[in-house]
């Protein structure tokens, strides 16, 4: 017989299936769909799919050879740090699978994974192709001790949640409210990884762009942050949601609603001494400075404190967006390039369906 833990045939929920530690899995259920929004933001992230080589990266090295090093420096630890936090989140499922007992949920969760795989390849092409010796430049990426330090207060959440799940998957942790805590502060941690920390450096990696250097990065690049804004954001969000209005997910927030606070709180600092360092050493870039990178990274906060009914204890939060420019890398459908000038990220695939059969039409020639 098969074991229970790799199929469950006596399993009698999936009309009514958990997000988080409900019956063991059986049949891949898309007949009851108890979470439209999730299934809806897998079907999504399927049209967003694209491929780490189809931008034409030879321009790079020459951008690199021959720009001013300020930002060549701010260039190269943006990516790096891009490069190391994507590498992480593309463990999504290994981390929190065993504890994910909803079909919806493992799909987007898995595609996603997947995606940050593709997100990580990027960063890693990236960096193939711009230095003739790339092994020099990925030891100077993990020396980098403030890129480490950064990743550092989410890390120990996803790491705490990969403990607990991988113990409840060999029998070694009760199902219980502690260990669904470790699956809800997860999420809490990659919505606060997605929304703050990425747009963050996307912020850095674009002004450098919006100069008209390194423009297949930015290309490259726009189609990450589009991943990630559109549906990994939404999807961290639509799983909160979901779960909040759970028992479990209520008492989640309530027992760990300090916790959330000081995690907000920390992030933030850890972004703010981060954006020091970028700009410390003499380091500088056209159109952007300590002062306004922090703003812009607090009011990408402020969505993120405001979702959870949480204020900063240490910041004031930009009622307006500080960094206009932002919004045509953040929107793709504000630029239309010429597929003829330069590689062009604006396209879904799978957006299209045939719901004609059957159907006759007039048509007069």
Same mark, same amino acid.
């Given at each position: 017989?098969?074991?229970?833990?790799?199929?469950?045939?006596?399993?009698?929920?999936?009309?009514?299936?958990?997000?988080?530690?409900?019956?063991?899995?059986?049949?891949?259920?898309?007949?009851?769909?108890?979470?439209?929004? %999730?299934?809806? +933001?897998?079907?999504?992230?399927? !049209? =967003? #799919?694209?491929?780490?080589?189809?931008?034409?990266?030879?321009?790079? @090295?020459?951008?690199?050879?021959?720009?001013?090093?300020?930002?060549?420096?701010?260039?190269?630890?943006?990516?790096?740090?891009?490069?190391?936090?994507?590498?992480?989140?593309?463990?999504?499922?290994?981390?929190?699978?065993?504890?994910?007992?909803?079909?919806?949920?493992?799909?987007?969760?898995?595609?996603?994974?997947?995606?940050?795989?593709?997100?990580?390849?990027?960063?890693?092409?990236?960096?193939?192709?711009?230095?003739?010796?790339?092994?020099?430049? %990925?030891?100077? +990426?993990?020396?980098?001790?403030? !890129? =480490? #330090?950064?990743?550092?207060?989410?890390?120990?959440?996803?790491?705490? @949640?990969?403990?607990?799940?991988?113990?409840?998957?060999?029998?070694?942790?009760?199902?219980?409210?502690?260990?669904?805590?470790?699956?809800?502060?997860?999420?809490?941690?990659?919505?606060?990884?997605?929304?703050?920390?990425?747009?963050?450096?996307?912020?850095?990696?674009?002004?450098?762009?919006?100069?008209?250097?390194?423009?297949?990065?930015?290309?490259?690049?726009?189609?990450?942050?589009?991943?990630?804004?559109?549906?990994?954001?939404?999807?961290?969000?639509?799983?909160?949601?979901?779960?909040?209005?759970?028992?479990?997910?209520?008492?989640?927030?309530?027992?760990?609603?300090?916790?959330?606070?000081?995690?907000?709180?920390?992030?933030?600092?850890?972004?703010?001494?981060?954006?020091?360092?970028?700009?410390?050493?003499?380091?500088?870039?056209?159109?952007?400075?300590?002062?306004?990178?922090?703003?812009?990274?607090?009011?990408?906060?402020?969505?993120?404190?405001?979702?959870?009914?949480?204020?900063?204890?240490?910041?004031?939060?930009?009622?307006?967006?500080?960094?206009?420019?932002?919004?045509?890398?953040?929107?793709m459908s504000k630029t239309q390039p010429s597929p003829q000038e330069q590689d062009i990220g604006q396209y879904k695939v799978g957006i299209m369906v045939n719901d004609d059969e059957g159907s006759d039409y007039d048509v007069d020639f």
């Amino acid at each position: 017989m098969i074991n229970k833990k790799v199929f469950n045939t006596e399993k009698n929920d999936y009309e009514t299936p958990s997000l988080f530690l409900g019956e063991d899995v059986g049949l891949f259920d898309t007949v009851n769909k108890r979470y439209p929004d %999730i299934w809806k +933001i897998y079907k999504t992230v399927k !049209s =967003l #799919d694209w491929d780490e080589s189809e931008f034409d990266y030879s321009s790079v @090295a020459r951008d690199f050879k021959t720009c001013d090093p300020s930002t060549y420096e701010m260039m190269i630890k943006t990516l790096a740090w891009q490069w190391e936090a994507d590498s992480a989140a593309s463990r999504i499922s290994p981390i929190i699978g065993p504890m994910v007992t909803s079909s919806e949920l493992w799909a987007a969760w898995s595609r996603i994974t997947e995606q940050e795989c593709l997100h990580s390849a990027t960063y890693s092409e990236i960096v193939r192709n711009s230095f003739s010796n790339p092994k020099v430049i %990925i030891d100077e +990426i993990l020396s980098v001790k403030q !890129s =480490l #330090d950064r990743m550092d207060v989410v890390s120990q959440v996803m790491a705490g @949640a990969h403990k607990a799940s991988h113990e409840y998957a060999l029998g070694l942790r009760e199902n219980n409210q502690e260990t669904y805590d470790h699956a809800f502060m997860f999420t809490v941690a990659m919505l606060c990884l997605e929304r703050i920390q990425f747009m963050a450096s996307f912020a850095v990696t674009f002004c450098i762009c919006d100069t008209g250097l390194f423009q297949p990065i930015g290309k490259a690049v726009q189609k990450i942050a589009q991943d990630e804004l559109e549906t990994h954001v939404e999807l961290d969000k639509a799983v909160l949601r979901n779960e909040m209005k759970t028992p479990r997910g209520k008492l989640a927030f309530e027992r760990n609603r300090e916790v959330i606070q000081n995690l907000l709180d920390e992030v933030a600092s850890t972004e703010m001494r981060w954006i020091s360092y970028l700009f410390s050493e003499g380091r500088e870039l056209v159109g952007l400075n300590e002062e306004v990178l922090g703003k812009w990274m607090l009011f990408c906060a402020k969505d993120v404190y405001h979702f959870f009914g949480m204020k900063s204890n240490d910041y004031t939060f930009p009622k307006t967006n500080p960094l206009k420019f932002m919004e045509g890398w953040l929107d793709m459908s504000k630029t239309q390039p010429s597929p003829q000038e330069q590689d062009i990220g604006q396209y879904k695939v799978g957006i299209m369906v045939n719901d004609d059969e059957g159907s006759d039409y007039d048509v007069d020639f």
